[in-house]
């Protein structure tokens, strides 16, 4: 499918922890795009000059879904993110989509392996509410986050609760008592990774480049086959 222009009408602004929202919109016309791609948004005048800027932002609803939600960061001095934070029901924004081929490619049966920091979880969201996921009937799931502190984790009701989903919450620096895994993903993965099978799995990575960077190297000592391992970088 190729990219379209849309226009987008807000109509949810909410905050899912202290520093990450949730923004819901439709369009007029029908907005096409797979689990785990990306929309384009134009941000007006914030560019050099008074030009317009674009920013990726990945979609964390399913294709099936109405409206369409995206999920945000909210980052110090980011003009995508302040001006999307700003936006209230009602209020249009323009964008560009579908972008990205993070999308969801284990056939049926094979082993699957989510590991996210963040926002990053947005895509596997959207991958697993979709109708595409589910046909495949996927073997066993294993999906991990990792976030600083407890008051971070998102969307954790989509994947406790769901059959066939092994959720792993990971806290690095806790600020009380938690009772989860302490430390990061790649952590959790090398002293509690037994029960994972490295041969038969497929990886998907999303999130900050450090942890994509460890998770490559960890994937590597494990003997993971370059075409099991599918990556989405955030900057």
């Known amino acids: 499918m190729g990219v379209i222009e849309y226009s987008c009408n807000v109509t949810k602004h909410r905050m899912l922890t202290p520093t990450v929202f949730e923004l819901a919109f439709e369009t007029e016309q029908p907005f096409h795009f797979e689990a785990g791609q990306f929309i384009s948004v134009v941000i007006p005048g914030a560019g050099p000059k008074g030009r317009d800027l674009r920013r990726a932002y990945s979609i964390a609803s ?40 993070f999308v969801y490619k284990t056939p049926a049966g094979r082993k699957v392996v989510f590991v996210a920091t963040g926002t990053g979880l947005a895509p596997f969201r959207a991958m697993v509410l979709s109708e595409r996921f589910k046909a495949t009937a996927p073997g066993p799931i294993t999906a991990l ?53 490295w041969a038969g799995s497929d990886f998907y990575l999303c999130g900050n480049g450090e942890m994509i960077t460890e998770m490559k190297a960890l994937l590597a000592e494990k003997g993971v086959a370059k075409a099991s391992i599918h990556q989405e970088k955030y900057y």
């Open 62 to 101: 399913s294709p099936e879904m109405k409206p369409v939600e995206l999920c945000v960061k909210l980052v110090e001095e980011g003009p995508g993110t302040h001006y999307l934070y700003r936006l209230k029901p009602g209020d249009t924004f323009k964008g560009y989509a579908p972008y990205g081929d």
């Open 145 to 197: 986050l990792g976030v600083r502190t407890e008051d971070e984790l998102l969307y954790c009701d989509t994947f406790e609760k769901r059959d066939g989903i092994r959720w792993i919450p990971a806290v690095s620096r806790p600020k009380g008592d938690w009772k989860g895994f302490r430390g990061r993903v790649t952590d959790f993965l090398r002293s509690e990774g037994s029960g994972i099978d």
